[in-house]
C-alpha cells in the first residue's frame, strides 16, 4: 500500500503534504493559543490540521520505511542507507513530535470551547496546554527541517 503508486514510489509523492501541513499547524496552532482574539477564526484550521499533520507524517513515515527496504533489496550501498537511515530516524521524530502537537492543540481547542469555559475548568489547564503547543511546535519545526534537509541532501547530491 505504502509502496507504489502508478509504478511511482509513494515516499517522494507524499512527503510534500508533511512539509507544508506540519509547519501550518505549528504556525496556527501557536497563533491560535497565544493570540485569543483570532481563536474563532482559526480554530477551524487548527483543529483540521491537527488531524492532517500527524496523518502525512504517518503515512509518510510508513512509505519511506518501504522505500529503504526497496533500496536495501536493490542492494544500495552501506554508505547511502546510513544516509536514510539518519533521514529516517528523523522523521520518526518527527511523527511523534507532530502527533503531540495535534493532540495537545486539539485540547486546547477544546478547554477554551464554550462548553468547556461554562464548566470552570482549572486556570492553569490553558496556560499548560498552550505550553505543550509551543514546546511541541518548536520541536515538530526543528524535525521538519532536519528531516527534509537530510533527505533533499540524499535526493540533490546524486546519491539517489
Do not use: C
Amino acid at each position: 500500500m505504502f509502496r507504489e503508486i502508478m509504478g511511482l514510489p509513494v515516499h517522494p509523492l507524499v512527503v510534500h503534504a508533511a512539509v507544508v501541513f506540519v509547519p501550518l499547524l505549528v504556525l496556527l496552532a501557536i497563533g491560535y493559543g497565544v493570540l485569543p482574539r483570532f481563536r474563532s477564526k482559526i480554530g477551524w484550521a487548527v483543529a483540521a490540521l491537527a488531524v492532517a499533520a500527524p496523518a502525512a507524517t504517518l503515512v509518510a513515515k510508513l512509505s519511506g520505511k518501504e522505500l529503504l527496504e526497496v533500496l536495501r533489496a536493490k542492494g544500495y550501498p552501506p554508505q547511502i542507507l546510513d544516509q536514510l537511515a539518519e533521514h529516517q530516524g528523523y522523521g520518526d521524530l518527527l511523527f511523534w513530535f507532530s502527533l503531540g502537537l495535534g493532540v495537545s492543540a486539539i485540547l486546547l481547542l477544546l478547554s477554551t470551547s464554550a462548553p468547556a469555559r461554562s464548566r470552570n475548568l482549572p486556570g492553569w489547564l490553558s496556560g499548560v496546554l498552550v505550553s505543550l503547543v509551543i514546546v511541541f511546535g518548536v520541536l515538530s519545526a526543528v524535525y521538519v527541517y532536519l528531516t527534509g534537509d537530510s533527505g533533499a541532501s540524499v535526493v540533490w547530491s546524486g546519491v539517489l
